[in-house]
């Protein structure tokens, strides 16, 4: 991509993106980029199913139950640091060349993973594991907003975020069959389960390849020559398929171009500009964060220490519940396009929230054994899966474009850190402790997710079917988007 000579362009690449009927150009996009979470879902399901499998002499690595939940815990912390780094990464560099290293790192990790032969290491490889996918979501969330039309956007990103269950049902089953001793080693099958993500990820490195940079990062930096042939060529590519000319566009705007811009900077534009979205973004990544990796970390122990599941039967749970999760977004998605953001994520942070707390009693007071409390899992998560979902929407979308991989990976970094590292320790002492004292990390969870869905309701912003340059004005935009 050749350097252009900086000056102050009128562009109308933004409002023609937008206007684009979808296509098949459209799913290689989703295909290539979207299928990051089928990769963390996956990564996160295998911990989850075979952390009793670790705990055993035989598995080859005896980590205690605390141990499992210290290496969750090193797994989201590696995502916070990756997505920061990575994230500031990207806005500087370019969309595409992120996530094919961040992928790449994830490769290399999840592989390494495979052959650890002491606590140590495993705990190290599943920090850089983690810091690959945490800078994928930096990359990929701010790249997917930027291609998919507004008027799709909301149901895009739910459903992509969505296929996070997908990683977890594969990975489920997954378990079920490679921690099968009749067919496995008890030291082999885990380590093959890793092999096994790393080959997914290859399979969607291939497709990403043909993911053009974000056509909006490149007129701001200086490539608009490069950012109006990509435009140019996905116009085209549109048109032949459709059969149809597209309409042509009259809305621009103005951009003073800039190589990059300074650290400082987009901090103070978020801070001064934006004070009431950074509270939003905080607000909405730590309860779901906390609710998620807090119980999907540990859900294994529970029913396996807690509930006397057997170990070869805890992972078919968590299908049903993938199940519940993946279908959320694929049901109730479009919704958040038609009747709008602010209804639909407060309404599912603090349903889930209710929810959540009513699983909470009944489990408390014994009600619940391992089929019944999967079954109230599936129903919580069938709603709380379009509130998480939103979160990455909602930050992705309601910053300017200079800061939106930044801006993703800080609220994933603070948020998840917050929620994400305390749920995983915390539950997993709160195991050892029975089940009285699981249940009050589920009501913590429960309040935290409706704490979100009312700062939603007061701070929340409208961008259904906005463009991105109006939601946020760009920090180098000479004049507001018409």
Not at 189 to 206: C, K, N, P, S
Request: net charge neutral; glycine share 12%.
């Amino acid at each position: 991509m050749s350097q252009s000579t900086l000056g102050t362009i009128r562009t109308s690449i933004p409002g023609r993106l937008d206007r684009l009927p979808w296509a098949r150009w459209h799913w290689m996009v989703v295909i290539g980029l979207g299928t990051v979470w089928i990769l963390d879902g996956l990564e996160v399901t295998i911990v989850g199913s075979i952390s009793d499998r670790l705990t055993q002499p035989s598995g080859g690595l005896g980590l205690s139950t605390a141990g499992i939940g210290l290496a969750a815990a090193i797994y989201v912390a590696g995502a916070c640091v990756g997505s920061l780094v990575f994230g500031y990464l990207t806005d500087r560099f370019g969309r595409k060349r992120l996530f094919i290293i961040t992928l790449g790192l994830y490769l290399l990790a999840t592989v390494a993973t495979a052959f650890s032969f002491n606590p140590v290491y495993f705990y190290i490889c599943r920090f850089f594991t983690g810091a690959g996918i945490g800078g994928e979501y930096s990359a990929i969330n701010s790249a997917i907003d930027e291609l998919i039309p507004a008027r799709r956007r909301g149901l895009v990103d739910l459903a992509i975020n969505g296929s996070y269950w997908l990683g977890t049902a594969f990975g489920a089953m997954l378990s079920v069959v490679l921690l099968n001793t009749a067919l496995f080693p008890a030291g082999l099958g885990w380590r093959l389960a890793f092999g096994l993500g790393a080959v997914l990820g290859l399979l969607i490195l291939l497709v990403r390849r043909n993911v053009p940079e974000s056509p909006r990062w490149m007129f701001i930096h200086g490539h608009e020559d490069a950012a109006e042939k990509t435009v140019k060529d996905i116009e085209s590519e549109i048109e032949d398929e459709t059969g149809r000319r597209l309409s042509e566009v009259d809305n621009s705007i103005t951009i003073e171009q800039r190589r990059s811009i300074g650290f400082g900077e987009i901090i103070r534009v978020s801070l001064e500009r934006y004070p009431k979205r950074v509270v939003l973004g905080l607000s909405l990544f730590v309860g779901q964060a906390f609710l998620y990796n807090a119980v999907f970390f540990t859900y294994a122990l529970v029913l396996t220490k807690l509930l006397h599941v057997p170990e070869d039967v805890a992972p078919w749970a968590l299908v049903a519940i993938a199940v519940g999760n993946f279908a959320g977004p694929l049901t109730l998605g479009h919704l958040f396009d038609s009747v709008g953001r602010k209804v639909m994520i407060s309404a599912t942070y603090i349903g889930s929230g209710v929810l959540l707390a009513i699983v909470g009693a009944l489990f408390q007071a014994g009600i619940l054994d391992g089929f019944w409390l999967t079954a109230c899992w599936t129903i919580v998560f069938f709603v709380a899966s379009c509130g998480a979902s939103s979160a990455y929407l909602t930050v992705s979308e309601v910053f300017p474009l200079e800061t939106r991989a930044l801006a993703i990976a800080f609220f994933y970094a603070v948020g998840t850190g917050l929620g994400g590292i305390i749920g995983p320790l915390l539950f997993g002492s709160l195991i050892g402790q029975g089940v009285g004292a699981v249940a009050v990390g589920y009501f913590i969870g429960a309040g935290l997710m409706v704490a979100a869905g009312l700062v939603e309701v007061f701070l929340g912003v409208e961008a259904s079917r906005t463009s991105l340059e109006e939601v946020a004005r760009p920090i180098t935009a000479q004049q507001e988007a018409v």
